[in-house]
């Protein structure tokens, strides 16, 4: 009798295994490897057969070498931050491949001396927006209001009013970011009531500049007030509006939502905003406004900390100039549309379509909703879709788990219907 482990294959002719070679190619071979090290002391300990060694590997290999699994987004809130707020477009996604290789970013390929860095994503911004005498991209919102308060206040103090101390997110919050920078904060107001008077008074020697701040995720409604960027700008003093979403125009969907070219209009000395959130470009900070202010940024040795890489000038560049990104896409698809997508996917899952209310998400438009339509769902399934592949994360309503279509893409209908199928089966539904 012979040891049946002598038939045990050694670790390294499983590796070379040809079955194996895409997922090499794919993932590396220390990720096959240590897969296949795993399996074969299951082999050793009898729970798996010899001859399903190779088919154990390739159920067990991950689909992708990152784990960031790609999610369908039937939550029907447009800048949802847990999913990575905006989707880029597929123009965006084109450039961002082309630029991942050596790419020109800060070469002249004419001359073969060096370039300003990123500057065809700084003309396709200057075209977007004709009021900004200038513009300096960094790395996301929170470092271009970073850049512009220390650049215009470090050492001196901040005016702003008490109804605009936003924490974002994640415990993270405006107020504390500008003292980061060294600024100190003169609030004026209240919570809820700011008037011009306020920040009169509150102007002395020592300002650096007023900062406004747009409240983009919660409102206070009721027995309120605050200044416009147009009367602080008579002020005397530069005036910092972080209008956050990053709208470069005024969008009518969205009546109470700033945008950077108004705001220039009215007289801030520069705006900051996202790049991710509804301009529907890639994670960036973008800092507009006059000249002489942003060339300051520009070379503050801050600048060089927050800068954004290539592959988000090449994104950001993409969605500014090419086909109208996903995020507004999802903002304005009208619901009859919605509602027709619901239906069909409804029947091809022997579910109801039912009207659903969208939402812009934490990037903008707070309070505001969008008519939608999902489709209704038993509750028990949304822990196993968000667990499928692609993963899909709806929203639970009445009880019932709801997939919104607003921001799910319509050529991925198909998929969803898939994920859903499977998502049945493997907790034993019917799949109808
Ligand atoms: C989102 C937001 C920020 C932060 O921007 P990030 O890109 O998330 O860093 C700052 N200010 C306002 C008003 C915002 O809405």
Redesign the pocket.
């Known amino acids: 009798m012979t040891d049946p482990r002598r038939a045990i294959p050694r670790t390294d002719t499983v590796v070379n295994d040809p079955r194996l070679r895409s997922a090499t190619n794919r993932l590396g071979s220390r990720a096959v490897k240590a897969v296949v090290t795993e399996i074969l002391s299951q082999v050793r300990a009898g729970t798996v057969p010899i001859d399903e060694t190779v088919q154990r590997v390739l159920d067990r290999l991950p689909a992708r070498a990152s784990t960031l699994t790609p999610v369908i987004n039937a939550t029907g809130v447009v800048l949802h ?1 847990n999913l990575g707020r905006a989707c880029l477009s597929a123009a965006a996604v084109d450039a961002v491949v082309a630029a991942s290789g050596y790419v020109d970013v800060e070469f002249d390929l004419a001359e073969g001396v060096r370039a300003s860095r990123g500057r065809g994503a700084l003309d396709a911004l200057a075209i977007a927006v004709p009021a900004a005498e200038s513009v300096v991209v960094v790395n ?6 970073l850049l512009a308060v220390t650049t215009l206040a470090a050492g001196r103090e901040i005016v702003i009013s008490r109804g605009e101390m ?1 924490e ?2 994640d415990h993270f919050r ?1 107020p504390d970011l500008m003292t980061s920078a060294g600024a100190r904060l003169r609030e004026v107001g209240t919570t809820n009531r700011t008037v011009l008077a306020d920040y009169a008074e509150a102007i002395g020697p020592d300002t650096g500049c007023v900062v406004k ?5 919660f409102r206070i409604e009721g027995f309120t007030g605050s200044v416009s960027t147009a009367e602080l700008a008579t002020l005397g003093v530069d005036v910092i509006a ?4 990053g709208l470069l125009e005024a969008e009518p969907l969205l009546p109470d939502e700033p945008d950077v070219s108004s705001a220039l209009i009215s007289g801030a000395a520069v705006v ?6 509804l301009l529907g470009g890639p ?3 973008l800092v507009f406004g006059r000249a002489d202010v942003v060339e300051l940024m520009r070379r503050h040795p801050m600048a060089r900390a927050l800068r954004c890489d290539k592959l988000t000038l090449a994104a950001l560049e993409a969605t500014l100039r090419g086909p109208e990104p996903p995020a507004s896409r999802a903002l304005h698809v009208k619901s009859d549309q919605l509602r027709r997508r619901a239906e069909v996917v409804a029947a091809g899952l022997g579910a109801t379509a039912v009207p659903s209310e969208g939402a812009v998400g ?3 438009g707070p309070g505001v909703t969008l008519p939608g339509w999902a489709v209704a769902l038993p509750a028990e399934l949304a822990a196993v879709l968000r667990v499928g592949d692609p993963a899909v994360v709806g929203r639970i309503a009445g009880g019932r788990l709801l997939l919104d279509l607003r921001c799910v893409p319509a050529d991925q209908d198909d998929a969803l219907i898939g994920a859903v199928q499977q998502a049945r089966s493997r907790i034993g539904l019917p799949c109808t």
């Open positions: 931050t996301n919102g929170a470092a271009a209001l936003v974002i997110g405006l701040i747009h409240p983009s995720n972080d209008v956050g979403s900051t905003c996202s790049g991710d959130k994670q960036a900070g934490g990037g903008g």
